[in-house]
């Protein structure tokens, strides 16, 4: 609030406004990611079926998956936003970040069919985890890369570094949340907590993809005024 009245022009208020709402998408989708490093990870320790061809693959080799995605996708995944705002389609940064959000969310759906297995055989498949981990990074790859620097464009100059600092703040009560989702679970179960996190992140990021208009209009042109700059 003290922020917000000491800003001198109606631009900076409305990119204040939008600055906080990033910040609420950096908690919602490193809420849910970080599951990977805690309720996924004994998710695959103790409902999984880690055997493959007579040896049992440790449960902290599950985490593989993620810097293993970004090393073949994070170049595809590049191009692809390259390829698509060359069409003239939407690729501002709130869009990929809504859309990381929701591809994020969706690779819950996989845990839900991983935790359904579980309850019908005592144990569930490690595709479930390689596909759910797949999902969450290319939702990382579409969200994190672009999440910083939008907000480094938005902040007042004079509370740029601020800003970024509260942006690892935003991350580090991601974390959190994390942390207590993954608690939660021992009373409401992995099935319910997984279907909650697919259903909060999908409809949230279509919600902020819905206020996207309005949204651009109250940063008043700011990527634009990048590329005018690059051009």
Known sequence: ????????????????LVLLLSFIIVIVFWGAFEQAGGLMNLYAENRTDRFVF??????????????????????PVANF???WKHRGKEASSLFKMA??????????????????????????????????????????LCASPVALS??????????GALMMGVYFAATGLGNKVAGLIGESASEAGELNIFAGITIFCVIFGILVIMLLKPLKRLTHGVEEEERAIER
Request: charged share 15%; hydrophobic share 55%; net charge negative.
């Open 1 to 16: 609030v003290t922020i917000y009245q000491d800003l001198r022009s109606q631009v900076e208020k409305d990119r204040y």
């Open 54 to 75: 007579g040896y049992e693959i440790p449960a902290a080799a599950f985490q593989f998956f993620n810097p293993f995605y970004i090393m073949v996708f994070a170049v």
């Open 81 to 83: 936003w390259l390829w």
């Open 99 to 140: 859309n990381g959000v929701i591809i994020m969310g969706l690779g819950f759906v996989f845990m839900v069919f991983a935790s359904m297995q579980y309850e019908e055989l005592g144990k569930s498949a490690l595709y479930w985890l390689a596909l759910a981990y797949l999902f969450h990074t290319l939702g990382e």
């Open 150 to 159: 939008f907000i480094t464009k938005l902040a007042p100059l004079r509370y």
